[in-house]
């Protein structure tokens, strides 16, 4: 009998590394199989009727990994890859991720097996709110239970359509907005939540190579400046990193999307390039660099950061010992498998993990749900008392001095913060000091990887979350 190659599952590549984290602390196994299950999958299947009076039966999934903490929370995707061990590692990987960046959730995740490029606005609205009604119907979607968001093919008009069906459904529901995330802002979503992945993304890798003394086991410098990246998948989270990233000082040398990617040692203007895509639907034609006609070779091209921004599973065994790249930002969830992830350690690549680097979307989200709750925009009601006191404190320093500030000064000091203003400077608290933190148990417990190191910060807390239950020894 030939040898039977087990498929791929994110689910098991996810409990493997959880396992490798367990060895640095004292759980009990019983505990550990618990953390790792996923509490509740649900799978279910329902009609499409398209404009020609056809008939499509279209599979939805929702799994609920961790009950831990509630509500639970995490994307979902529209992708026609995915299947119940993907949906189940996306949503594992969310409880960790939480846990990690300290935000109050258990992990979940849902998704259609649907290539979201073949069909229209209307039959995706159709399919968002029949997937809606279908998570209603068994309570697998609000405030205090879990709470959706947008993940790869959706985005805040999907978000619109879910928040619409479930006030439908719930009419005396006071905090039905806080039953998914990623609104638009008209839908009482929050400013700054679209951007929030790519920031986030920016920011942890703006961290990781901020230090010294990790860098110079690279080989490379510090800071951002100069350095060369190249990004996988220029959607949301891909397109932030590398426009942030960009202003940062860093250039983009090579952008890879599904149909083709452009290449240009002499960096790429990301604004320019992701105009032309959205005209063109891809970037055939680009009038600067070079087109890549096999983009996922672009992996493999020299560069100091690779940013796979796209789908898990683009680097494998296959293709991992050929990996240039000094750094590898995890912006997509589970782009580097297991295997790969070994090959890498030798190669001495550092691999900054997807649990740490995107979460962002769900910090940002965290806060937008905060923002539902209370019904009152972050900034509102102190804005106005604050300037009002910086300009009197401006003014008595100014009497006091016999000088004056200029207008610029006196602007900066007395302005307000904006709801925006808040929301960034939680997302860069929370991204810098989860950065620290798993780096500093990397180092003191002398563990490989930041991966590993992630998943035993985060499995710490969850357990800790457990044992004061009392559930288990
Ligand atoms: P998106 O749909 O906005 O963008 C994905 C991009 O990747 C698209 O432009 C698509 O054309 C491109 N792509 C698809 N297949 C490709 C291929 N083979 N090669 C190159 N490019 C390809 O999705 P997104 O929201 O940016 O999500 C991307 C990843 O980030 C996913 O893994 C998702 O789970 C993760 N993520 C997203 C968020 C969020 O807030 N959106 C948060 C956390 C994690």
């Known amino acids: 009998m030939g040898e039977v190659k087990e498929e791929y599952s994110l689910f098991k590549d996810v409990s493997k590394v959880v396992d490798l984290a367990a060895v640095y602390l004292d759980i009990h196994p019983g505990l550990l199989s618990q953390i790792k299950e996923c509490n509740s999958i649900y799978k279910f299947h329902f009609p499409l009727r398209n404009d020609d009076g056809t008939y499509e039966v279209l599979k939805g999934y929702r799994v609920q990994h961790s009950h831990h903490k509630l509500p639970v929370k995490g994307g979902i995707r529209y992708s026609s890859f995915v299947d119940e061990e993907e949906v189940k590692g996306l949503a594992a990987l969310m409880t960790y991720k939480c846990a990690l960046v300290n935000i109050p959730y258990g992990g979940a995740k849902g998704g259609v097996s649907i290539d979201p490029n073949k069909y229209n606005a209307t039959q995706l609205e159709r399919i968002t709110r029949r997937y809606t009604s279908e998570l209603i119907k068994k309570n697998f979607i609000g405030p205090a239970i879990d709470v959706p968001a947008p993940d790869y093919g959706t985005g805040a008009r999907e978000m619109s359509w879910i928040v619409d069906t479930y006030e439908a459904f719930n009419p005396n529901a006071i905090n039905a907005k806080g039953c998914v995330t990623g609104k638009p802002l008209s839908q009482h979503g929050i400013d700054g939540r679209t951007e929030a992945t790519g920031m986030g993304v920016y920011i942890g890798i703006r961290e990781a190579v901020s230090v ?131 090959i890498l350690i030798e190669k001495n690549v550092l691999v900054i993990p997807d649990m740490y680097l995107n979460a962002g979307g769900v910090t940002v989200s965290y806060f937008e749900w905060l923002k539902n709750l209370s019904r009152v925009s972050f900034g509102k009601l102190e804005k106005r008392y604050d300037m009002k006191k910086y300009e009197a404190l401006l003014e008595s320093i100014e009497n006091a001095t016999g000088d004056t500030f200029t207008d610029e000064q006196k602007d900066l000091i007395v302005r307000g913060a904006s709801e925006r203003d808040l929301v960034n400077s939680g997302l860069e608290e929370t991204m810098v000091t989860a950065y620290h933190h798993m780096n500093s148990v990397r180092k003191s417990k002398g563990i490989k990887t930041l991966r590993i190191a992630a998943f035993t910060v985060a499995l710490e807390r969850i357990a800790v979350s457990y044992l004061d239950l009392g559930i288990f020894p």
């Open 212 to 342: 010294k003394e990790d860098m110079d086991v690279l080989g490379l410098t510090t800071g951002l400046g100069g350095k060369k990246v190249i990004v996988q998948g220029l959607g949301n989270v891909g397109y932030y990193a590398a426009k942030y990233l960009q202003e940062a000082g860093a250039t983009i040398i090579g952008v890879a999307e599904y149909n083709g990617g452009i290449f240009d040692e002499g960096g790429i203007d990301i604004e320019a390039l992701k105009s032309f895509q959205v005209k063109n639907k891809g970037f055939k034609g680009y009038p600067k660099g070079n087109f890549v006609e096999e983009s996922a070779e672009m992996l493999t091209y020299p560069c100091d950061i690779l940013v796979p921004a796209a789908l898990e599973n683009v680097i494998t065994e296959k293709n991992a010992s050929q990996i240039q790249a000094k750094i590898i930002g995890e912006a997509a969830n589970g782009p580097v498998t297991q295997e790969a992830a070994q």
